[in-house]
């Protein structure tokens, strides 16, 4: 009977053994076959995300870069007209006001009509015209500063004056072929003006700063009477033309020529 007892000890003590042996073996088995954990998954996918971003950056700048962004040259961006404004107006000593003062004394009660500064023409060195002009000092070389005024009479005879827009002298007048329609309608537009061309050209630079390169009086295609200023930017040589309403002051329109 105790051999029976230590027999059976015996079977269930290896019985023990190799259930233990066997739940080790599966564990381990389990273990070998658990795929990776999540956190090495987060990492590679972060790595990638970053890796991404950072060609991405890379060659969006490289893109920029190749499409140009930064600004070209002043020369290569101005067009004809902003180029023929840099060459002319730095060149002008006399400003707008001391030239329309000195065109308007060589006219008795004369009131100024228009002015525009231009380059000096061949024609405006002429001694001769129709009618025919008076040449009371030397012109100019053609191509430099002049202011070309024009004033009119009480009666709306214009007269045309050359003004030398660096020594600020008359080189030329002469009067403007009219007949008595113009004149008459001229004289009317002299008479519901209200607004000096000072005035106006302070609404217009109050407005848009720069240099005043053209003041005339005209009407637009409502028939109201104005005075079209054209203010220069020396910032990007582009011409803002304001026309403000010469019965009130009232800026009526503004434009500008990028060209």
């Not at 190749?66 to 961006?77: F, I, K, N, V």
């Not at 004394?105 to 004369?110: A, F, N």
């Amino acid at each position: 009977m105790a051999v029976i007892c230590a027999l059976g000890s015996s079977v269930l003590l290896m019985t023990g053994c190799t259930n233990a042996d066997t739940t080790r073996s599966s564990v381990a088995e389990a273990a070998q076959t658990t795929p990776p954990t999540s956190t090495a998954s987060a990492t590679d996918t972060a790595s990638a995300t970053d890796t991404a971003s950072a060609t991405d950056t890379a060659s969006a700048t490289d893109t920029a870069s190749a499409t140009g962004t930064a600004s070209p040259s002043p020369s290569e961006t101005l067009t004809d007209d902003q180029s023929e404004r840099k060459a002319l107006v730095p060149k002008a000593k006399v400003t707008w006001d001391k030239a329309a003062d000195t065109a308007v004394k060589e006219v008795p009660e004369g009131k100024l009509v228009d002015l525009e500064l231009k380059p000096t023409s061949a024609e405006a060195t002429a001694s001769t015209g129709s009618p025919s002009p008076s040449m009371p000092n030397p012109a100019p070389s053609q191509g430099a500063p002049e202011w070309e005024a024009k004033v009119a009479a009480p009666d709306g005879t214009v007269h045309r004056i050359d003004v030398d827009a660096v020594s600020g002298k008359v080189f030329r007048t002469q009067v403007e072929d009219q007949d008595a329609d113009d004149k008459q309608q001229l004289a009317d537009r002299l008479k519901k003006a209200t607004q000096t061309p000072e005035q106006a050209v302070k609404v217009a630079t109050d407005k848009t700063k720069g240099t005043v390169t053209g003041v005339e009086l005209d009407e637009n295609d409502s028939r109201q009477l104005l005075w079209s200023v054209d203010v220069v930017s020396t910032d990007n040589w582009n011409k803002t033309t304001v026309d403000v309403d010469a019965t009130n002051g009232k800026i009526l329109r503004e434009d500008v020529d990028r060209d």
